[in-house]
């Protein structure tokens, strides 16, 4: 629901339902405003929000907690009381010991595990070309990707009257919708270009489309960065899944001209 980690969420939820039934003093439910934002923030969605916004939200939050807590005198009182008693009433001195201990500990484990974090640069290796997936499902239509190949290729030899009226199509959907990206001359270099890491594929590149099968272009036309395997880091690429805004022809077709304009061949079925 909503990206948020139920198994977290529905506890503190349940643990705020029982400090109610128990009517808990102010400074049960201080601690607990505190550490379960904290839970919350940390554990609470599915997705990791940023550390920074997390701070700022506990910070301002534990603040609104003082402002209430020291309100009244009678509030300051009741908030007061309890930690006065801990430390000055006898039954209490276990209680006290462990927590005078606990908490250096808590700190203390707190610096060393930062300062023993490894000190490498962080992995960003990127994958350009991942492995694509066996199958793929493209409006409704499954494909083998090791067997599919683009329909209209063929009239290139059979029929190329409608090869050309395919590759007219192709052009138009690259200069209305890729071209921003990929450049006029398909360099990778469009106006988009300069804002984008990784950069868009340079379609005029040896390395690009001659190594590819075009099942495994279409695959990336159609489903571009979300569709990405892990090793891709989609959420690095702005390459947007086309299959959302375009025909399965289209995309057939665009590929054909991204291909015929560079004066490419697909990788052949089954080449290695
Ligand atoms: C908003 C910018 C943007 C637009 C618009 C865009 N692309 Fe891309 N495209 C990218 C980026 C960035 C990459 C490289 C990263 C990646 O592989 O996802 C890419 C990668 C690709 C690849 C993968 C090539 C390879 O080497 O694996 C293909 C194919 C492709 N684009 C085709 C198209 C087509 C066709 C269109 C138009 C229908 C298009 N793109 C429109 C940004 C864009």
């Not at 629901?1 to 977290?8: A, F, I, P, S």
């Amino acid at each position: 629901m909503y990206g948020l980690n139920l198994v977290v969420v529905l506890p503190l939820v349940a643990v705020a339902g029982l400090l109610v039934w128990r009517r808990a003093n102010t400074l049960t439910w201080l601690l607990f405003s505190l550490i379960g934002l904290w839970a919350f923030f940390k554990f609470g969605f599915m997705v990791p929000i940023p550390q920074s916004v997390a701070t700022i939200y506990l910070g301002i939050t534990g603040l609104a907690l003082v402002c209430y807590a020291s309100s009244s005198r009678e509030r300051l009182a009741e908030t007061v009381q309890p930690i006065v008693r801990l430390i000055v009433e006898p039954r209490y001195r276990l209680a006290l010991a462990g927590l005078l201990i606990a908490l250096p500990a808590l700190a203390a484990y707190n610096v060393y595990a930062d300062l023993t974090a490894p000190l490498e640069a962080p992995g960003f290796g990127r994958e350009i070309h991942p492995p694509p997936p066996t199958e793929l499902t493209v409006h409704d239509e499954k494909l083998d990707m090791a067997t599919a190949d683009n329909p209209y290729l063929h009239y290139h030899e059979d029929d190329p009257e409608a090869y050309g009226q395919h590759l007219e199509n192709g052009r138009r959907v690259y200069y209305e919708n890729c071209f921003w990206c990929h450049g006029d001359g398909m360099g990778g270099d469009g106006m988009f270009a300069h804002g984008l890491n990784p950069v868009p594929s340079n379609f005029n590149d040896v390395g690009t489309l001659p190594i590819l099968q075009s099942s495994y272009v279409h695959w990336r036309i159609a489903k571009g960065a979300p569709g990405l395997p892990a090793g891709g880091t989609p959420w690095d690429s702005a390459m947007p899944a086309w299959e959302k805004f375009l025909t399965t022809e289209e995309m057939w077709d665009v590929n054909l001209f991204i291909y015929d304009f560079n004066g490419y061949q697909p990788r052949a079925l089954g080449q290695h």
